[in-house]
């Protein structure tokens, strides 16, 4: 078009032409490109078509050039966007801009306006607000423009004085407020024209800014600073103009700036009376924000939660547009920020208010006690772990409970919320949860909070921050470009145009097949090509599956880019979204090509290589509930498989394979993926996270250690003082510390406590069952079940959980393991006192393990008294000190690790999100709920779904829409009924005063926007939609299939209400209500209802208060017939939309002397509640209370009164005696009817012959069931003996009746049963018999006689010598005399003279060995010929470290330098070999130390080079001068003290001691002793050589005992190569084969090969 418009003109253009062409399209009604204004700027007011001459006119200015060249390329790039998304052809977009230009403010139409009357120009400026808006905002504005519209917006201003359209004066001044004509170009017009214009211009000038200012201070008082800086600007030119102008009467102009500088002066900025005015008047989007809100943080700051004032809110605009898109995603934004800030700040404000424990917080959970453990390597990241005090929180149901859910927001703070710090639960295990340890994922690093002793004070919201945190991410990344129907969404422009395929083929056909009744052969052939946008060429409603209304839904949803569909309670509104989806479905590939066409057109040339275009995207379904959108995805599923359910609360099975974590698993196991190197970069990432995974959890498996336990003091020595390490007071320091802190055998320190400590109780299966443990409070905010249960870790089967590692740490880490001690006395025989008693030793000992208190570092280090005199508190605290030190070591450790692992989570999540894009650009349909579709914006925006089905739209908050849609969405299904549930804010304030509760949906509709609503609802008898017809949809109709609803069994009525006036309960800790009368009358109610044989699934039981609920839970959990009542739901009616049963028991709890009914006024919940029943409704409730609050339950009651249907008794009706009715009114009424008919007896003959003994009861008509308790009076035998089981029991087959019976085979008469065979009877009688010994047979008559069982005791005379009385079949030689002889072992023998053979053979000897091995140890073996390896941990130690081995294996020598060294020689041999110096006998020149005690030093008794004795010779002298060898008295005597027993010995005779074995002839291989205790002698220096000689003496029997390693290995392998061939052989042989024998075969095998490793 700009082409053919140059070619027109008589001289050639220069190349910026076409530029400015566009740019003063843009900027003026009237101007052409080509004229230029004496003051050098472009023309906007006339029209000329004179050539360009530019040599007439000035040069711009190279910074203005470039500036305008710019701003060019800005206007140039939008203008070709408008281009491309335009749904006109070229020419209608030509007319539409010629328009545009037409409307725009120019010097012709200010020119005239300033002529007009004020009234005229402020409503013309009204009506062109965005003209106004472009106007005010060009880059430069020529000085005649500049006069001209401030003397215009002067006029618009004395009309809002005079209060003539004060609404439209504050749109236009809102206009000019963010406008550059106020920021820039109205100090630049004020600066330059003081020089320039007249007197009079000048003075009428500046009287029309100082009217509009004081419109503006007056309308928006938030331009308080903007006013003030042009109020200077006027008074410093009116005093420059004065001094060389006398003419200029500015004293005037300086009053009226005067008056209103005392005015601006005492003005507050947006104050609160302003602000509620305005918003009475319907003026709330006036007053400006204080800032943009994309400044505003995600997560709330210190300052919002301790400020006082009220933050800056707008109401949500319900009737009417939004100003700019600005304003509109600023209205949601704060709203929804303060819906959940808002009971955090309440609640902290109460906290530090000081609420008691006693009264509850109800807008925050209270934690306290809380402290950072460590860190924990999540799929998301590293989070860390804390623990708070879980000692009040027993009767909790982690496993159900609301609290600390994932993504709940956390405020953690140590000085009551001055400072804090802020988080979100990364992981919940509600395991973990009864130890109060939880996951969390801080906003800021905390690394630098690990390992101190601050307790925090944790407190969770309740309002679920997940939900909100990517909504309000994703309205921040909304621009002007990525918001589609903008002009219905903010404009409300109830035009709505066809889908972008159909404005660009309007002829195109669909196949409309889905929706034939059936597949008649004309029917199908017309109905496979119908023009979509020819209403006439569509079936007929009588040929289509849909009725009249859902047939025009369908229509309009197809046609159209922005519909609505209404559907009321029960006309299947979710059918006919799926019939929508199909018939899209299947007329995909035309729909797609006309789409992908009109993209190619639309994408830049840069943009060619980052977009494809090779598919148009999948469908996007979206619900509010996980329920509903498994729901709706089923029903894709039956005409459509390609479908990817996003998120991981699906409760589905149908769902499962199509879930999206199972499409990762599908496809890599496929291996369809096509980039080759995404699936490296994936394996690679996930490699290198589980590699680093292993080894941060390889070094927390030290740090976790140190809560499970007490930790080996080896580990804990390099943190203690010299002086500490030697007063510990055992020989190994690993086990001091348990002795220290009396931890080694007696526990009765940590058994005096008698209060029951946190860990001591644990919730059980039976307590996850109780009802008593459930908190209603736990519910408070959460009004559907299923609302927040999409947030999921999206990577949980990528990244495996926590690691096991941790707990793999090696044993001897702990000396005192606290869940070993547990288990070993849970698994014990010890009673149950014992068990309790120990159970509460562990909580005490775990209590003083995990407690924050320590000493510092100064404490610590600088003790005054021994640690061994210290209490047992402060040995505690001293050794959480230590264990502090190590835990920093640890963390140290890990710092590296940490960065590493969160840069290579990053880096793999990105890769994910790749994968994640090709499995869901591959789909046809994708599902999601509202805030996973949030979650997920990013990779929508990548997938570029062009249609979006918005399922339950009614109920969603209108910002989750918004953040769901991309810029690519081109139609829009929004489907819901605004009339039932509205969206359910947190706070209760922003949806009663800022309209927080309305949806886009409930919106759109109010603003007359297109709206489908079906008409014919096919679930409520007419009875129950009556209800419905008259107080909630005029138009509703009933199905034909509604009118043959069968009547309820036993009720006199269908639909009945109960009136009563007993009163309500409230629980002051909770915001809920519960009605104990009403709850008693409906399961009462309900167990009648299943007496008429009505099946519990097919009856639901409704309430409108959560605490009501748990009362129905309650009553059912202690009822007699719980398993059949326990089958029957029972919901709050705002979880139960969507749904329906064929009965609903509705209780509606309110019923108070203040006659408040809370949210029951509300007409959507009261529309839910009464439609959901199919055939009978039974509501209880206070309906004259309802009727005097609520003008809706008063029209309500006058219909159900008018049909009878209300009353305060129920009547019920036998179905077999239809005469007899009974009234009931409360659950006590019910005993009148207790099998469900009526009090006369059933009288029924029943098969047997006898009576039915119930009363009437209408279930089980026929008796099949029923069981008759009468006595059987069958007879079961020939001699007629009857039943003697119940009637209903099987008659036994064999008679049980004892009678007396002759026996054939000898003769006696014996009482047996009557069906037994007398000749198979044994004889129970005594046998009168004689033995072949001469003696009585003993036994029975029917057992045969035995020679060898005679028991009749006789004197004999034994082979072996003794004579012994015994029973006469005992054989000669088993002989009972004790043997007593003496054996090898020196031990008399256990065994018998007979056993023993007669001495022969002697009975093993089973006393203990007790010889001495040769490691020093006492054998602990039977007494065998041959003893074993010892078994005991070896204790050869040196200065450097233990052997960990047993005292019989080989140990390895100590490779270290030998440590034997003094100032007058050194060995310099390893430590494991013999030393190569002497001894030195200098003696030592250090003083002794004396402790506590007072006076001079003493000189040391020790030798060079040894450990200095503690005793002294003077202080201790009777202890030091005790004789043992001799020469202790002898004034120069030195003294040794012995490390390994600590007594003190001459060290002339311990010489002699050690060398005197060298002197013999024969000596035993053993460890020398101390001659004092017999202590062997293990870490003396002076004493090295000999030591270490006889340990390589020992080594040496060892390795004799033991044989060579690599004998022992090869042994092994060839016994069980042995044994394998014997199973093989026994396979071979087809034999059975014998699986024990091998076993123990098997076990010889590896005893042996233990034994031997020994």
């Known amino acids: 078009m700009m082409s053919r418009r140059r070619d027109q003109r008589d001289t050639p253009r220069p190349s910026g032409a076409s530029r400015r062409t566009v740019f003063s399209r843009l900027g003026s009604s009237d101007s052409h490109p080509n004229r230029k204004r004496p003051h050098g700027g472009y023309d906007y007011g006339e029209s000329s078509r004179e050539p360009y001459e530019r040599s007439k006119y000035k040069r711009p200015r190279p910074e203005t050039s470039k500036r305008r060249t710019q701003d060019l390329h800005e206007r140039i790039r939008d203008l070709r966007k408008r281009i491309r998304s ?118 009428d000038t500046y009287r029309n800014c100082i009217i509009l200012l004081k419109s503006l201070l007056k309308h928006l008082p938030s331009t308080r600073d903007q006013v003030g800086v042009l109020l200077d600007l006027i008074t410093n030119a009116c005093n420059t103009v004065s001094k060389h102008d006398k003419e200029f009467e500015h004293q005037k102009i300086l009053d009226e700036i005067e008056e209103l500088q005392k005015h601006h002066s005492t003005f507050v900025d947006a104050p609160e009376e302003e602000q509620k005015r305005l918003e009475r008047l319907g003026y709330a989007s006036a007053i400006q924000p204080p800032n943009d809100f994309r400044e505003c943080p995600i997560f709330p700051t210190l300052e919002e939660l301790t400020q006082t004032q009220q933050p800056y809110l707008r109401r949500n605009v319900v009737n009417g547009k939004y100003r700019d898109l600005q304003h509109y995603l600023d209205v949601q934004f704060r709203l929804m920020r303060e819906d959940f800030v808002a009971p955090l700040r309440e609640g902290v404000a109460q906290y530090q208010a000081g609420v008691t424990h006693s009264r509850k917080i109800n807008d925050i959970r209270v934690y306290n006690k809380v402290r950072i453990l460590y860190p924990v390597c999540a799929s998301t990241g590293i989070v860390y772990k804390i623990q708070f005090d879980c000692s009040s929180m027993r009767k909790i149901r982690w496993f159900v409970s609301k609290r600390l859910l994932y993504g709940s927001l956390l405020c953690l703070s140590t000085d009551n919320f001055q400072t804090a710090i802020f988080g979100t639960v990364a992981n919940r295990d509600p395991k973990q949860l009864v130890e109060g340890k939880l996951d969390v994922d801080f906003k800021d690093d905390v690394r630098h909070l690990l390992n101190t002793n601050h307790e925090f004070t944790m407190v969770e919201s309740v309002a679920f921050f997940e939900a909100y945190r990517h909504v309000l991410e994703g309205l921040t990344e909304i621009t002007n470009d990525s918001l589609p129907f903008q002009k219905h969404i903010l404009k409300i422009s109830p035009q709505v145009e066809p889908p972008q395929y159909l404005i660009n083929n309007p002829d195109m056909t669909f196949d409309l097949r889905a929706l034939l009744n059936d597949d008649s052969h004309d029917d199908s052939q017309r109905a496979k090509s119908i023009r979509l946008l020819d209403r006439q060429d569509w079936p007929s409603p009588g040929s289509i599956q849909l009725d009249q209304s859902q047939l025009q839904a369908v229509y309009t949803a197809l046609t159209s880019s922005f519909s609505v569909i209404q559907g009321p309670p029960g006309t299947v509104k979710t059918h006919v979204g799926l019939k929508i989806m199909q018939v899209i479905l299947k007329n995909r590939t035309k729909w797609e090509k006309e789409v992908r066409e009109h993209e190619e057109g639309e994408i830049d040339d840069e943009e060619d290589d980052l977009i494809d275009v090779s598919k148009a995207g999948p469908i996007l379904v979206v619900c509010y509930t996980n329920h509903a959108l498994d729901q709706f995805l089923e029903g894709v599923l039956c005409f459509n498989k390609n479908v990817v359910r996003v998120g991981g609360r699906s409760r589905s099975e149908q769902l499962d394979r199509y879930n999206l974590n199972q499409c990762r698993i599908r496809i890599r196991l496929k291996r369809r993926i096509e980039d080759r190197s995404l699936k490296s970069c994936s394996f690679f990432h996930r490699q290198e996270a589980s590699r680093v995974r292993r080894e941060i959890e390889h070094i927390l498996g030290k740090l976790h250690k140190t809560y499970e336990g007490v930790l080996n003091g080896s580990l804990l020595e390099q943190y203690m003082t010299r002086d500490q390490r030697h007063r510990l007071p055992t020989r190994h320091i690993q086990y001091d510390i348990l002795h220290w802190l009396r931890l080694d055998n007696d526990f009765h320190h940590y058994a005096s406590e008698d209060e029951l400590l946190p860990f001591e109780t644990e919730t059980t299966e039976e307590d996850l069952e109780d009802g008593k443990l459930l908190d209603s409070g736990e519910f408070y905010g959460v009004t559907r079940d299923d609302r927040f249960d999409d947030i999921d870790d999206d990577y949980e089967t990528e990244v495996p959980g926590p690691s096991n590692s941790i707990h793999e740490s090696p044993g001897s880490m702990l000396v005192f393991d606290i869940r070993e001690f547990r288990r070993k006395h849970r698994e014990s025989d010890e009673d149950p006192t014992t068990r309790r008693l120990a159970n509460r030793i562990a909580n005490r000992i775990q209590t003083f393990v995990e407690s924050s208190e320590r000493m510092s570092s100064v404490q610590a280090t600088r003790l005054e008294y021994d640690i061994l005199d210290l209490q047992l508190d402060q040995r505690w605290n001293l050794y959480r000190y230590w264990v502090s030190r190590y835990r920093q070591q640890v963390f140290g450790e890990i710092q590296d690790k940490i960065d590493e692992y969160n840069d290579i989570i990053t880096a793999r999540k990105e890769v994910m999100d790749e994968e994640d894009y090709q499995i869901l650009s591959n789909a046809d349909v994708i599902g999601m709920t509202t805030t996973r579709a949030a979650k997920s914006r990013a990779l929508l925006q990548r997938v570029k779904p062009k249609i979006v089905i918005i399922e339950e739209a009614a109920e969603i908050l209108e910002s989750h829409i918004v953040t769901t849609l991309s810029k690519h969405c081109k139609q829009l299904i929004l489907i819901g009924d605004h009339q039932q549930l509205r969206p359910n804010p947190t706070v209760y304030r922003l949806a009663k005063d800022y309209n927080l509760d309305i949806s886009l949906f409930e919106r759109m509709v109010k603003n007359n926007l297109p709206c489908q609503r079906l008409a014919l609802q096919h679930r409520m008898r007419p009875t129950i939609s009556q209800l419905m017809k008259k107080h909630f949809y005029a138009d509703l109709q009933d199905h034909e299939s509604v009118l043959q609803l069968d009547k309820v069994r036993g009720v006199c009525s269908n639909v009945f209400f109960i009136d009563h006036s007993h009163q309500e309960s409230a629980d002051n800790d909770t915001r809920s209500r519960s009605n104990m009368h009403e709850a008693r009358f409906l399961v009462a109610l309900c167990r009648y209802l299943m007496q008429q044989d009505i099946e519990p699934s097919r009856i639901t039981i409704l309430t409108t208060y959560t605490g009501q609920l748990l009362n129905f839970k309650q009553l059912i959990k202690d009822g007699t017939d719980k398993s059949i009542l326990g089958a029957v739901r029972v919901c709050v009616v705002d979880n139960y939309q969507g749904e329906e049963n064929d009965i609903i028991l509705l209780s509606l709890v309110r019923s108070n002397d203040e006659g408040n009914i809370g949210f029951l006024k509300i007409a959507n919940r009261v529309c839910v509640a009464l439609s959901r029943a199919k055939k009978g409704l039974y509501c209880i409730g206070n309906f004259e209370q309802l009727s005097r609050q609520s003008e809706l339950w008063r029209k309500i009651t006058t219909t159900m009164k008018s049909q009878n249907m209300l009353g305060t008794a129920l009547t019920l009706a036998c179905e077999r005696h239809s005469d007899m009715k009974t009234d009931v009114s409360c659950e006590k009424d019910f005993k009148h009817v207790p099998e469900g008919g009526c009090r006369q007896p059933c009288d029924f003959r029943l098969e047997c012959g006898h009576v039915c003994d119930m009363p009437c009861h209408p279930y089980d008509p026929k008796h099949r069931k029923y069981q008759c308790k009468k006595p059987c009076a069958k007879t079961i035998c020939k001699l007629e003996h009857a039943c003697r089981k119940m009637c209903y029991e099987q008659c036994p087959r064999t008679c049980m009746v004892k009678v007396d019976k002759v026996l054939p085979s000898c003769g006696h008469s014996q009482r047996i049963y009557c069906y037994s065979n007398p000749q198979f009877v044994d004889c129970e009688s005594k046998c009168s018999k004689t033995l072949t010994c001469g003696h009585p047979c003993k036994g029975l008559c029917g057992e045969p006689c035995k020679q060898t069982s005679c028991k009749e005791l006789v004197k004999r005379d034994l082979p072996c010598g003794h004579s012994a009385t015994l029973p006469c079949s005992t054989p000669l030689d088993a002989c009972t005399v004790p043997c007593d002889a003496i054996l090898r072992c020196e031990h008399p023998c256990t065994g018998t003279c007979g056993g023993c053979l007669q001495g022969r053979l002697h009975k093993p000897c089973r006393k203990r060995c007790d010889r001495t091995l040769v490691c020093g140890h006492p054998c602990q073996e039977f007494c065998t010929l041959t003893c074993p390896p010892c078994k005991r941990p070896c204790e050869n130690c040196c200065k450097h470290s233990k052997c960990k081995k047993r005292c019989g294996e080989l140990c390895v020598p100590c490779k270290e330098p030998c440590g034997w060294i003094c100032k007058h020689a050194k060995c310099s041999k390893l430590c494991g070999d013999p030393c190569d110096r002497e001894v030195c006998n200098e003696p030592c020149q250090k003083k002794c130390s004396h402790g506590r005690n007072q006076g001079p030093s003493h000189p040391c008794i020790g030798i060079c080079g040894e450990p200095c004795p503690k005793s002294c010779r003077i202080c201790n002298r009777e202890e030091v001068t005790e004789v043992f060898f001799g020469s202790e008295e002898d004034s120069d005597a030195k003294f040794i003290e012995l490390e390994d027993c600590k007594h003190l010995i001459e060290v002339q005779g311990l010489d002699h001691w050690m060398n005197m074995a060298d002197e013999g002839t024969s000596v035993s291989i053993q460890m020398k002793t101390c001659p004092k205790c017999k202590t062997p002698i293990r870490r003396s220096l002076r004493y090295g050589s000999i030591i270490k000689k006889i340990l390589a003496d020992i080594e040496k029997v060892k390795r004799k005992v033991q044989g060579d390693v690599q004998d022992r290995r090869e042994h092994k392998e060839k016994a069980l190569e042995e044994l394998l061939n014997l199973e093989i052989l026994h396979l071979d042989n087809d034999r059975v084969i014998d699986y024990n024998l091998t076993k123990k075969l098997r076990q010889r095998v590896e005893k042996w090969s233990v034994y031997k490793s020994w």
Do not use: W
């Open 86 to 203: 335009s749904s006109y052809s070229q020419s209608r977009a030509s007319n539409e801009r010629e328009k545009q230009r037409a409307a725009l403010f120019g010097f012709k139409r200010l020119d005239r306006m300033s002529k007009d009357d004020d009234t005229s120009v402020l409503y013309e400026m009204a009506g062109a607000e965005e003209s106004l808006e472009i106007t005010l905002n060009q880059t430069e504005i020529r000085r005649d423009v500049m006069t001209l519209l401030i003397q215009v917006l002067a006029k618009a201003c004395r009309a809002g004085y005079r209060n003539v359209a004060p609404r439209n004066t504050i749109n236009v001044l809102s206009v000019v407020k963010t406008s550059d004509f106020l920021k820039k170009h109205l100090c630049q017009h004020i600066s330059k024209i003081k020089n320039d214009e007249s007197s009079s211009t000048l003075e």
